[in-house]
């Protein structure tokens, strides 16, 4: 696969994607991170759309956010009224149930149907790195627990790195809440593996832990490699941004591995 090649170019990616790549054959699953990694993908969404929003590209070819809006009142698209985390979220519980919702960014967007994560600023090497640093103030030390994707309870004890009113809306919200579900770097690029190989919204994986080894196991939602390839793994909105950016030659793949090999903390 295209995201193989690119991503085996860095060389501190090697061991994490022996350890994404021992999991895809385990659990039966595409070896496919991202959309942009795939070429294939791409040309196939390009001209499962081009009937549909050629006229509306030509008219807002200019302003990606007004095409992406225009195009999902067309196509039916619904809206989804979450509350949104946009930092790192990381499963703690020794089971956490998710359910894979966006895959546009690495790590991708979940809800955490049952589970307790820790909201953090910065992504870590390890939960023992990340419980350091919490320890040390350097890290905030909050604690979410949630239910059908709504918080259940929390314990918020420090939060001065993160954005406080952000926190404080999702905590006194009654919505479902949108999360970047980050894993330690021997499994960072699981999530998106797996996010890629489940059909948005309609699907349930658990990430199961036993202090710092962690199991995945697919419930529902598991895609062919067909529907894969033709971007039924894609969220809808996140489809008319590939063909947006597809046809206005934004599509950097070359810098988005770069940028996502110096991002991961080793």
Do not use: C, W
């Not at 009142?73 to 998710?98: C, H, M, N, Q, W």
């Not at 949630?146 to 954005?163: A, L, P, Q, W, Y």
């Amino acid at each position: 696969m295209s995201s193989l090649k690119l991503l085996s170019k860095y060389n501190n990616l090697s061991k994490i994607l022996e350890v994404a790549l021992n999991y895809a054959n385990k659990l039966q699953l595409i070896p496919v991170f991202h959309a942009y990694f795939e070429d294939e993908i791409i040309s196939n969404i390009v001209k499962s759309l081009e009937p549909k929003v050629k006229s509306i590209y030509e008219e807002y070819r200019f302003d990606r956010t007004m095409f992406v809006k225009n195009a999902s009142k067309i196509l039916g698209i619904k809206e989804y009224d979450f509350a949104y985390y946009p930092y790192y979220a990381f499963p703690i519980s020794k089971e956490t149930r998710v359910k894979f919702i966006d895959n546009s960014t690495i790590p991708p967007k979940a809800i955490i149907t049952k589970g307790t994560v820790r909201f953090t600023f910065m992504p870590y090497k390890s939960f023992q790195e990340l419980e350091s640093h919490v320890v040390s103030r350097e890290e905030d030390d909050i604690v979410i627990e949630f239910e059908d994707g709504k918080v259940k309870s929390h314990s918020r004890k420090r939060n001065i790195f993160t954005d406080a009113n952000v926190v404080s809306k999702i905590i006194s919200s009654n919505k479902e809440v949108l999360l970047n579900l980050t894993l330690p770097t021997t499994y960072y690029l699981i999530p998106s593996i797996l996010a890629m190989n489940v059909i948005p919204f309609n699907n349930e994986v658990i990430i199961f832990r036993d202090e710092e080894a962690l199991d995945f196991k697919v419930i529902d939602g598991k895609a062919e490699r067909k529907q894969i390839m033709m971007g039924d793994t894609l969220n809808p909105r996140f489809k008319l941004e590939v063909y947006y950016d597809y046809k206005s030659k934004r599509i950097l793949k070359e810098e988005m591995a770069r940028g996502l090999a110096y991002k991961i903390p080793l």
